[in-house]
Every structure is written in C-alpha cells, then in structure tokens.
C-alpha cells in the first residue's frame, strides 16, 4: 500500500518522473472484464500508478471505481488512484462511497466536484475541498489526498487569479499533489506553475497528456477540456484530421516531443489520459522509455 506522495519523494531522489495513467470504467457493467484485460496491457509499460476516474466518461458511477481500483491493486500489484465526485450526491451517497473506498483499501482518492451538466443538482458539498474535508472525517485513516487543477483556468471561473485562489482551498484542505486538465502547450504548464508557486501553492503538479488519435475524438476533446492549440498541433490536425493512421503516427510524435520538453524542464508526474487505449498508452511509452 503506497502513497502517490511517497511515489513522488522516491523518484525525486531518483532523478526521474513518476509515469502514471488514467483509465476509464467500462459505460456496461456486461463489460467491466474487459477493463482487465485493458489493464494487463498497460501493466507491460510499468506504470507507477493508475488512476481511475469516477462517472464522467465511464457513464456507471460509484462502487465500480473503487472496486476496480482495489482489484488493480490486488491483481496486478499497481498502485491506484480512485476519483471521487460529489456533485448530484448526498452526504449518505458521499460516505457509502468512503466506505467502498476503505473496503478496497484504496489509499490515493482524486477528490473533484464533477462537472456541471443538464439535469445535475448541487450535492452536500457544493467544492472539492469540501469533500476532501469529509474524506479526512470519514476515511478512517489517513487518506492521501490529490486535487485536479486547470492551466489554463476552470470553466467557472471568470479568470485564472480568481481560479488559482480557490485552489488554495483545496491545498487547505489536505490535498498533496495536484493533476492538470490536458494540454497542448507546454508554455501553459510552465507560465501556470509559476503563477501558482508565487501564490504559495508548493506540492508537485502531474502534467496531463492526451494523446488525440482518432478524428472523432478531436471536436470533443477540445471543446470538453478549453484547451488552447498551438499552431503546429492545429496544423497537424488539419493535414491528417481525415487520416487515421497519419493522425496516429503524428500525434504520438506531438504527445512523445511534449513529455520529452515536459520531462526537461523537471516535471514530477506524466499522466497520460489513455481512454482505455493501450496502443496508444505503448506507442507514447516507446517514445519517452529513456527517461524514465
Ligand atoms: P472544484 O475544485 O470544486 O472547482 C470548480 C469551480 O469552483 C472552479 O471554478 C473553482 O475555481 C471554483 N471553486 C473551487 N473551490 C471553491 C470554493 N471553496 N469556493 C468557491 N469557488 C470554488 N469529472 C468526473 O466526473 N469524474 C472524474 O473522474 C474526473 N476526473 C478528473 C480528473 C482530472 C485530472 C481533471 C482535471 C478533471 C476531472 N474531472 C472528472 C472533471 C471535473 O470534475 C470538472 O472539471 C469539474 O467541473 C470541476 O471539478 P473540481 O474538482 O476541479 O471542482
């Protein structure tokens, strides 16, 4: 049973990044074997943790994170980091949660709110911080705690000072590392990590990648995360945005170039959105082994 935070400490005084992913549940319980089989894939490239996320683009909610999260661990010997959301729950829908939670052992939860969508109500706790604050009271042990955090600012917010304020209150509230919405532009991680150090906010900050290997995914994937998009990667979309293989090759050399300038300038933490995609996951590994 391993901290994410003493994964951090470890690799530091190794000199390396941590390498870590983050996989989805399957939208049908009927197909919940195959994330497993997903799994084995992945445990091929050595991740130094996994992280699974709650709801969102899985569809199922609850248990199923925790018990995946838990059976990761205990299969395949990979640390793990179960999210947690709260919007749309209770506060006895939020402790059933810590409960599955502690079931698993699981000891890294990812607290985030969740996003706003048609339909969804406020739920006990209206901000992660509040759920972290719960986690603490609930869990039962000491919990390690991580928040999500925005380069280049949350939709909510109407700028990124009034964004980076409201995280402190996350940090405040006993969360030890932070992990970024995606990004294509380094220079967004970097100016971010310098605003947020100067607002005090000191603990490690994973960078997240996603690679974009499908066409369909690309509409999407920008409108859902606000990511701005540097010149060269919209001209590679538009030169193989009709391409699937050329995209595929292309996009992993942008993704493989990103980490390599990211690991350079001394990132912690590479955290690949895999979307459950293990070609992709082994392709940008491939890319980046060296360093790692
Ligand atoms: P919060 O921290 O609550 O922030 C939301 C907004 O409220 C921001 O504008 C912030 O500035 C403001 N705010 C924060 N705290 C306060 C406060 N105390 N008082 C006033 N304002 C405040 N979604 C899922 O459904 N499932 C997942 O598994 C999932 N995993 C994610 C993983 C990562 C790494 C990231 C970056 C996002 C993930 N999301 C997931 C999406 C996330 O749930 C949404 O982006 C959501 O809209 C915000 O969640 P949050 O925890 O950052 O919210």
């Known amino acids: 049973m391993v901290k994410i935070r003493d994964i951090y400490e470890k690799k530091q005084c190794e000199g390396k990044p941590v390498f870590s992913l983050e996989i989805f549940p399957p939208k049908k319980a009927e197909n919940l074997p195959k994330i497993y089989d997903t799994v084995a894939q992945l445990a091929d490239i050595n991740p130094d943790y996994i992280s699974v996320t709650y709801g969102a683009a899985g569809g199922t909610k609850g248990k199923i994170t925790s018990d995946i999260a838990g059976n990761i661990k205990r299969k395949f010997g990979i640390e793990t980091v179960a999210h947690l959301t709260c919007?749309?729950?209770?506060?006895?829908?939020?402790?059933?949660?810590?409960?599955?939670?502690?079931?698993?052992?699981?000891?890294?939860?990812?607290?985030?709110?969740?996003?706003?969508?048609?339909?969804?109500?406020?739920?006990?706790?209206?901000?992660?911080?509040?759920?972290?604050?719960?986690?603490?009271?609930?869990?039962?042990?000491?919990?390690?705690?991580?928040?999500?955090?925005y380069p280049e600012g949350h939709i909510d917010s109407p700028n990124l000072t009034e964004d980076v304020e409201n995280l402190k209150y996350k940090i405040g509230a006993g969360v030890t590392s932070l992990v970024t919405q995606l990004f294509f532009d380094n220079q967004v991680y970097y100016d971010f990590i310098d605003r947020i150090r100067a607002a005090g906010?000191?603990?490690?900050?994973?960078?997240?990648?996603?690679?974009?290997?499908?066409?369909?995914?690309?509409?999407?994937?920008?409108?859902?995360?606000?990511?701005?998009?540097?010149?060269?990667?919209?001209?590679?979309?538009?030169?193989?945005?009709?391409?699937?293989?050329?995209?595929?090759?292309?996009?992993?050399?942008?993704?493989?170039?990103?980490?390599?300038?990211?690991?350079?300038?001394?990132?912690?933490?590479?955290?690949?959105?895999?979307?459950?995609?293990?070609?992709?996951?082994?392709?940008?590994?491939?890319?980046?082994?060296?360093?790692?």
């Open 87 to 149: 919007i749309n729950s209770s506060r006895d829908e939020v402790d059933d949660a810590i409960e599955d939670i502690k079931k698993n052992d699981i000891e890294n939860v990812l607290v985030l709110r969740g996003d706003r969508v048609e339909g969804s109500r406020e739920g006990a706790f209206r901000h992660a911080n509040e759920l972290a604050i719960e986690l603490q009271k609930a869990g039962g042990r000491d919990l390690n705690l991580i928040g999500a955090c």
């Open 201 to 292: 906010i000191d603990v490690p900050v994973a960078a997240g990648i996603m690679p974009i290997t499908k066409p369909s995914q690309i509409e999407r994937t920008v409108e859902l995360s606000g990511a701005s998009l540097p010149e060269e990667f919209s001209k590679m979309i538009a030169k193989y945005g009709n391409d699937p293989d050329g995209l595929f090759v292309h996009d992993i050399e942008y993704a493989v170039g990103q980490i390599r300038d990211l690991i350079a300038h001394g990132v912690p933490d590479i955290h690949l959105y895999t979307m459950n995609t293990p070609e992709v996951a082994k392709a940008v590994y491939d890319g980046i082994k060296d360093l790692l």
